[in-house]
């Protein structure tokens, strides 16, 4: 697969967001409310407390494109602050953050892009308590057991917004799980990522979230 894309994509993903859950439950879009359309699901606190709520947490994605180009991998979270998209051992393309940085790395050009996480709307995912409740805003939807909730920073607008989709789930940790996101662009490209296959709670070493520099090396991603 041409991973190309991808790695403009995810620069998106660093601007406008990163992270996410789904489950046995379908991918569930964020719907425009009709005329009687009912009040959002859910509560801001709830979506923090979901996210709050997760220690540690393995999942499997994909990743999609506005042109319909699809990427998978398995995403590895765990608080505070890391995570890491890998795309399997045949990519030369990862992206992990450390806590305090997301780091885009491309293997095949031996690039490492660095992006500040503190400020962004990815902290959403990495430290809601902090950015959900400040920039998050509810957005109806048509299902009650479906929560929607935009982020976004208006004193930065070249960080995108993203909108994430939880479904309730009383498996999950605060009885909610992220299902999937969309992040949007400054320029409007748009990327979804759905999850499925969550686990949590797992040991996870700190090493996971390590990487080799390919400006010193031509060593493919662990």
């Known amino acids: 697969m041409d991973f190309s894309p991808f790695r403009i994509r995810s620069r ?80 030369d393309f990862l992206v992990v953050s450390n806590g305090k940085s997301l780091y885009v790395v491309d293997y095949e050009v031996r690039q490492v892009e660095r992006y500040p996480i503190r400020r962004s709307p990815l902290g959403a995912l990495l430290d809601p308590s902090r950015d959900v409740g400040k920039y998050g805003k509810l957005v109806p939807t048509l299902r009650d057991d479906v929560m929607s909730i935009e982020v976004r920073d208006p004193s930065r607008p070249e960080f995108g917004v993203i909108t994430m989709i939880f479904v309730k789930n009383a498996s999950a940790p605060g009885g909610w799980e992220l299902n999937s996101w969309v992040a949007l662009d400054a320029q409007n490209h748009r990327t979804t990522v759905r999850l499925s296959n969550h686990r949590y709670g797992l040991s996870v070493a700190e090493s996971t979230f390590d990487f080799d520099d390919p400006r010193r090396t031509s060593r493919r991603p662990r």
């Open 12 to 91: 998106l993903m660093v601007g406008a967001l990163a992270l996410g859950l789904a489950g046995a439950l379908p991918f569930a879009a964020p719907l425009a409310p009709p005329a009687h359309a009912q009040q959002a699901s859910g509560s801001i606190d709830a979506a923090v407390g979901a996210l709050r709520g997760i220690s540690t947490m393995r999942a499997d994605f994909t990743q999609i494109d506005r042109e319909g180009r699809r990427a998978a991998g398995t995403m590895t979270l765990k608080r505070p602050g890391k995570i890491r998209f890998d795309y399997g051992k045949d990519s």
